[in-house]
């Protein structure tokens, strides 16, 4: 779970096109104060989406230079993929977490990809107009075919997180998730370790 060959916003924008292409993505999440069967405190909510290659990932994608900004770039995707929830949203700079340069899928043959992950905590109240509006964002049922809240807690029987983190996941997204998770103490860390030793049995 290091923070290994994650650079900032800055150090990323240093890799041009055409070599280099960049991908903004949003990590969302807001406090909640729900209890899974009356019993087990959420904590929070937080968002991912199922995709069209069936994999999970957060929303956002390919931003370029006719966005103006890797943030406006990523603010056009949240509005095509999140719908009118995303209407009100500002991320800027400060909500840069690190950029993964060159993990392992290539865009187009011989290109690069830069994943930057922007990280930002709303309101319940936020959250849930993003999740009400998100069946009426341009590309549901298109690219994105749902959001998803994961489910952070472990349960008796070990399912819940190490369950989830079993799915399959686009590009580097299972590790920025788990880097957010351990770096925003979302969950604690004890708790976290033994989730992630769960996740390593044979999976379904
Ligand atoms: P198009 O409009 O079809 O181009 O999709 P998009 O602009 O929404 O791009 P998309 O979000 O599908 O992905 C952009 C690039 O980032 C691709 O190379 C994906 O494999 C990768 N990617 C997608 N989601 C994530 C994510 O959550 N995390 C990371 N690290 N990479 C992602
Ligand atoms: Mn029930
Ligand atoms: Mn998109
Ligand atoms: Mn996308
Ligand atoms: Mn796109
Ligand atoms: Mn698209």
New binding site residues.
Partial sequence: MGDRGLLSRAEALRLEPPTWCHACHALLYAPCSGRLFGRVPLRFALLMQLRFDGRLGFPG??VDLRDGSLEAGLLR?LL??LGPGATGLEVGPEEHAGARPGSSDEPRPGQRLVAHLYVKQLQPEQLRDIEEGAARAP?HG??VLGLVRVPLHTLWDGSGLPEFLQQRFVGSARDQLLDALHRLNLVPGHELERALSLARRSPN
């Fill in positions: 994608g390919f995707e095509e993929e590309d298109l690219e």
